[in-house]
């Protein structure tokens, strides 16, 4: 099932890794030993490097080779690497305490009640098979019932409140022009695929994968009830509505300059945009709040909305709502649902081999749909106030280097750079847990109904963010869970955000020299303070709004330089002859070139008070790189790659360091590579 709150954060956060798809559950029935306690991903491992490789000629594999060799991608994952390690560690711990609020016991709190009642139900595999495609009939019936276009309308409210993802986005977002105040968004959406890309490339690959997406469907309306010849012609139906949405959806790139989803409009504008199309109806059936002005991110996309109301008859309109109810809700359904849809996305998309096992699809359903209840049981284990300090510490080192990093930066002017330091003045930071938990106690939750404690989870969620509309942005709340192993900067609230599972090895260890510190979570907090000024966070100003603080000469300068940037990583082939989009990653590669920077000069300042001598027979600079270097070591499979390509705005682990070293003298020095190396760039790129 997919929150609406997931449609929220493709626009404001930006985080540091994209995780894996969220999995989709079904088979194997015993739960598999698992051991008592899970030791700790080794940060700095000597065993991960390869030192047979020359570290200028390709640092990557000089840093990492020896790890790659060692794990090759599991077949229940589609990409294996540090970060993934770590999750999987976080997971054995969400497993241990999930298997504990299981057990039946009256004493429980409240909190744990809900996550171990719903991770009970989810674990009920032989009840879900039992129920086969049972728990789908309220939703489809409802479709089938519906007589006329205006009748639609209540539907698509109705199941986009249940989760399900159908002709557009409905979501609340900061307004792009006043921060504080959150107002609500339509933006596009309602694809089955992807990426929009899927359906319009002209090449193989992309026609082949058209061809899987319409036998994929058809499987899954068979499922459903339907004969075979009907389910082929319905995959067709719903094939045309959505490449037809797809059109009219603007591309990935695009999005990511802020300006172009920025078009605040009265609700009488948007009803003028798409007059076959109820709007007011709809934001009375979600129970919105009242408002009078909204943001349409994509203008044209809704005018393709109203086109095809009028054009396509009321019969396909029906298929489509009955394929995405089907869609969305396969994982919680029996096997036969959840093998179909792992194995066209999971399997064919995404190159993962097997299914995870189920306890696996359970933990990580119980995080997305009660991640701040898992999340205190978790913190309680994991986190303390110490580890809170020690990042404080480690924040304020970072943010100092960005200052100086401002004052002596060549090629801004001092007007421009006044409001940089400004802006780097009102970051605010939030690290490990939010301070108030959430409530869930209106989510009645239950031992024996999975996909009801599912429905209700994400009907309660769907009303928490439709009432924040026409309210203040409320800023300590988080857009991550705490065991999550990632870390975000928020644009329009100005803030980095840093949960509890990310800061522990091999991202933060206290047994280990600040050198090894710095140069993996610190780097971290660099990456995420430098979104604050990279391509599309440059846009907006200290409050979060969007508001051009630059001066045209400054602009064209930093278009210049992230031009570089860009160049940079498009010349990277990601698998065979695909290349990566080096606009498309334009923001997280600024951030990591910038993070590292700012990090290795707080490194430096410290040195100079207090030097070290080499560990293991490396100085402190040369375990900085290598340790910011080891925590993207990672295997992934070639579809998995081709997919991040196209849709992913991170790079590759390998070129999330190469494409950093390549730019940076201080690792030329630190290295004593020659300037004929291939770790060393001709025309290096710097922007901060
Ligand atoms: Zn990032």
Partial sequence: ??????????????????????????????????????????????????????????????????????????????????????????????????????????????????IGDYYASCMDESRANALGAKPLEPELKQVAAIASKQEMINTIAHLQLQGVSVLFNFYPRPDLHSASDMIAFVDQGGLGLPDRDYYLKDDAKSAETRAKYLEH???????????????????????????????????????????????????????????????????????????????????????????QIADVPLADWKTYLRWHVVHEMAPVLSNSFVDENFRFYQQYLGGQKELQPRWKRCVRLTDDELGEALGQPYVDQTFGVEGKQRT????????????????????????????????????ENKIGYPDKWRDYSKVNIVRDDFVGNTLRAENFESARQV????????????????????????????NINFPAGILQPPFYDNNKDDAVNFGAIGSVIGHELTHGFDDAGSRYDGKGDLRDWWTAEDNAEFQKRTGCVADEYSQFVAVDDVHLNGKLTLGENTADNGGVRLSYMSLERQLKEKPVSPIDGFTPEQRFFISYAQVWCQNVTPEQSLLRAKTDPHSPGQYRVKGVVGNMPEFQQAFHCRPDQPMVRENACRVW
């Avoid at 626009?11 to 194997?28: D, E, I, R």
């Avoid at 899954?220 to 959505?242: C, N, R, W, Y």
């Avoid at 409009?265 to 109806?281: G, I, R, S, W």
């Fill in 1 to 114: 099932m997919r929150n609406v709150v997931l449609a929220i954060f493709f626009l404001t956060m930006v985080s540091l890794v994209a995780l894996a798809q969220a999995p989709s559950p079904s088979t194997p029935a015993a739960v598999p030993p698992k051991p008592a306690a899970t030791p700790a991903v080794p940060s700095f491992d000597l065993t991960a490097m390869d030192k047979t490789i020359d570290p200028c000629v390709d640092f990557y594999k000089y840093a990492c080779g020896g790890w790659m060799a060692k794990n090759p991608v599991p077949p229940d994952q589609a990409r294996w690497g540090r970060f993934d390690e770590l999750q999987e560690r976080n997971r054995d711990i969400l497993h241990d305490i999930l298997d504990k609020a299981a057990a039946p016991n009256p004493k429980r709190s409240a909190v744990l009640q809900k």
């Fill in 217 to 307: 469907m058809q499987k899954m309306f068979e499922l459903a009830g339907d004969k075979p010849e009907q389910a082929s012609s319905e995959a067709k139906a719903v094939m045309s509505i959505e490449t037809a949405l797809a059109k009219a959806s603007m591309d990935r790139t695009e999005r990511r300059v802020p300006k172009n989803l920025d078009h605040k409009m009265t609700t009488q504008e948007l009803q003028a945009l798409a007059p076959n199309f109820d709007f007011p109806q709809f934001f009375s059936e979600v129970n919105a709040p009242s408002f009078t002005a909204l943001n349409v991110t994509v203008p044209e996309f809704f005018k393709q909305v109203n086109a």
């Fill in 392 to 427: 404080l510490k480690m924040v304020q080192a970072i943010e100092q280097s960005m200052g100086e990093d401002l004052k002596q930066l060549p090629w801004m002017t001092q007007t421009t750079k006044e409001r940089a330091e400004q802006k780097l003045g009102m970051v």
């Fill in 467 to 494: 009432n924040k509309i026409s309210k203040p942005v409320d800023k300590t709340e988080w857009g991550m869970t705490p065991p999550t192993v990632n870390a975000y900067y928020n644009p329009s609230q100005n």
